[in-house]
């Protein structure tokens, strides 16, 4: 009885479910589970905008839904705003204690919507923004977004002519607006969505996580690898967790093995037709760009210590 | 209380004493003093309201959209290429069922280049679902803005209104304006009390993935509050004017009563067509003019009562829709096409792009609408 309950306090993430079966995502979906533990840590105090991705058919078709908090569904470009407009909107009325939260895919996030998000950022509106990011349009059918990695198929970068860009730098171009939280987590860590997203939603002013997201039809890989696949884009460094607060960057979690990015990508079929060199190319980038994030790391922690700030200077009136 | 201003500011001050609760706005050029005047409102503390300075009209609107599904009252402002840009919300907001207010002052479209009034803008929205007040002058955009917001907000109606105003001739130009008793307009227009709102204590999903099974009623469903709002519209304008002095209708005669020939007319053209009414009666013309003041809901039975038997109706138009005519005409047209005994319709062109129109202009396309051999459609005064 006593190791029992020894065990139920360490779980941090809360059992309160806010998401409901009956709802239309694929088999091994990774937005669907970003949501379900995204939505633990906000808790019932909250409404979300949804742009046109995946999450505007997963709820649930009219008049269904498997979430248990308000769902304003807007146009593909509009998330950011709509959440500043619905916050506007409750504070006005006297409601001032509901999180905005816009939801969107990386599409939505990261190409069409950066204009509503940039706006929001620059003006700070008090929203949390959270793009599940499964690195192209999976919604319409696997087309290439800006989030989308080098060396990827999808249905517009085809097989032999893979995508030959490197994936939109979206934590910087947010680091760049100076906006008090920012972060990176991934489906396959619940604890940490659960303490990324509290954390945000307790800061106000505009706040920006990205959650990786596997999307096993747009990956081509099996739904049971789903957790696997995220769990290994952590620990082999292409896909970092981290935290920006006031400009300064902290990575949460450092892998102590090395393991190979070979591994991440061997698991989809999305990267099959990499040659090996072609890997190994990702590998260096994947080396460099920890690199360059373990010195981002130090020289902020530096900065925060020596000036106290990491961000640009603004007047404090 | 009387006051001289601008139809601009006419806006801003109509959205102080219509205790707007939310505005978001993007700058752009006629409107700017709209939302100038506004932004020094809400930071004086004079609006209780928030004022979000968004990057872009899309956004401007969006955020009125959400603002108002969370309750509140909205209003914004925009012209020609920022309401173009808003296209995709305007569908948004009416099929959200938001009541957003919003001043569009008329501008024609680019390219090239023009600041100066025409109707393109605001018609080319036709399809939009929102209701269209076409103002003749600044106490026209006042009323009508009053009028707007509650009609917009009756629960029987909940579609967004859109108070149009011709650039610079309205929006730069000063008139005295008869600001209603703050009192005496918070007991006409009470603060709006949303139906259906985002609310986390009573979750409910909105605009949700609908098959074929169900969308196509949520449209009749829309059909229907407009229809109801063309009941209303009339019932309010009469209203107003019981508590205000200046009754309203959706089409306002003018000299009409035993006229064999009818103007229509809208916007500021309007009040100009009344002197040359005048000049043309004391000529011994037979001639009226109709200020077709709701575009949409389009008033077809006022339309009908007021030109059924005319011998002649001219209809005049600062749009025009290309490969066609201009639209006032068509929608004139449409209504009277089914009338056993409808007049002859003419149609002409004129001050695209803040062309000045005259009452001189007035008077010779009533004379050039006699001649047989005028074309029809005719682009009055054209430089060839």
Known sequence: ?317 | MKQVVTGNHTLSYGAKICRAQVVSAYPITPQTQVVERISEFVADGEMDAIFIKVESEHSAMAACIGASAAGARTFTATSAQGLALMHEMLHWAANARTPVVMGNINRGMGPPWTIWTDQIDSLSQRDTGWMQFYCESNQDVLDSMIIAFKVAENENVLMPAMIVLDSFVLSHTTEPVDFPDQDKLDEFLPPYKAKYTVDPDNPHTFGGLTGPDRYYELKWLECEAMDRAKELIPQVGAEFGEWFGRPHVMVKPYRCDDAEIVMVVSGTIASTTKDAIDELRDEGMSVGSAKVWTFRPFPSEAVRELLRGRKQVIVIDRNVSFGHEGIFCTETKGAMYNEADRPSIRNFIAGLGGRDVKVRDIKEMFHLAQKDDTPDPYWYGLKT
């Open chain 1, 1 to 317: 009885m006593a190791e029992k309950k020894e065990k139920k306090k360490k779980l941090t993430v809360p059992e309160e479910e806010l998401m409901y079966s009956g709802h239309l995502a694929c088999q091994g979906c990774g937005a669907t589970i970003a949501m379900r533990y995204a939505l633990k840590a906000l808790g019932p105090k909250t409404s979300f905008a949804i742009p046109a991705c995946c999450w505007s058919v997963i709820d649930g078709p009219f008049p269904y839904t498997s979430l248990g908090i308000p769902i304003f569904h807007t146009a593909f470009e509009t998330a950011a705003v709509m959440a500043s407009g619905l916050k506007a909107g409750f504070d006005i009325m006297g409601k001032t204690d509901v999180t905005s939260v816009a939801w969107g895919g990386d599409g939505g996030t990261t190409d069409i919507g950066i204009q509503a998000l940039s706006g929001a950022a620059e003006r700070n509106d008090d929203i949390l923004y959270i793009c599940y990011d499964n690195e192209a349009y999976m919604n319409t059918g696997v087309q290439r977004s800006s989030q989308t990695p080098w060396g990827a198929w999808t249905t517009t970068t085809p097989a032999r002519h893979f995508k030959k860009l490197p994936k939109k730098n979206m934590v910087d171009i947010m680091a760049a607006h100076g906006i008090p939280y920012i972060a990176t987590s991934a489906m396959a860590f619940p604890e940490d969505i659960v303490k990324k997203v509290s954390k945000a939603k307790d800061i106000k002013g505009c706040k920006y996580v990205q959650i990786l997201a596997s999307c096993p039809p747009g990956w081509k890989m099996v739904p049971e690898k789903s957790i696997e696949v995220i769990r290994l884009a952590v620990n082999t460094r292409i896909w970092p967790m981290l935290e920006i607060e006031e400009g300064v960057y902290n990575i949460t979690r450092k892998p102590r093995k090395e393991i190979p990015v070979a591994d991440y990508l061997k698991l989809q079929g999305r990267f099959r037709h990499l040659t090996e060199d072609q890997v190994n190319e990702i590998q260096e980038i994947v080396n460099f760009n920890w690199q360059r994030l373990r010195w981002l790391e130090e020289s902020t922690q530096e900065m925060k210590e020596k000036y106290g700030r990491a961000t640009l200077s603004v007047p404090a009136g």
